[in-house]
Nanobody
């Protein structure tokens, strides 16, 4: 079983940037798609971005496509989410997830999850 740990969250003003990291241990994730999801207060868990095992295919939610960039370093077993031009509506707990069936935007296909990292964007 792979363990995922997110980091890099925090409080930032609108227009600012943050870089989230998702470090994996226990098993390599180099063969898996990794996704980022977020859950705001009293909201459902929403897809944010994903990256294929090679990094050759990325997918983004429309709301973040022109502001966020997902990348990965398979040597370090780590996936990143660079978030620029942050907005108050980006405030949420951000989770990374993966697994052998991980694909697309459906969180049910991702079976290993981190504990999440809080991102708060002030106006």
């Amino acid at each position: 079983q792979v363990q995922l740990v997110e980091s890099g969250g925090g409080l930032v003003q609108a227009g600012g940037s943050l870089r989230l990291s998702c470090a994996a241990s226990g098993r390599t994730i180099s063969r898996y798609t990794v996704g980022w999801f977020r859950q705001g207060p009293a909201k459902a868990r929403d897809f944010v971005a994903s990256i294929s095992w090679s990094g050759g295919i990325t997918n983004y939610a429309k709301s973040v496509a022109d502001r966020f960039t997902v990348s990965r370093d398979n040597v370090k077993n780590t996936v990143y989410l660079q978030m620029n031009s942050l907005k108050p509506e980006d405030t949420a707990v951000y989770y990374c997830a993966t697994g052998p069936t991980a694909w697309g935007t459906d969180h049910r296909l991702f079976d290993s999850w981190g504990q999440g990292t809080q991102v708060t964007v002030s106006s």
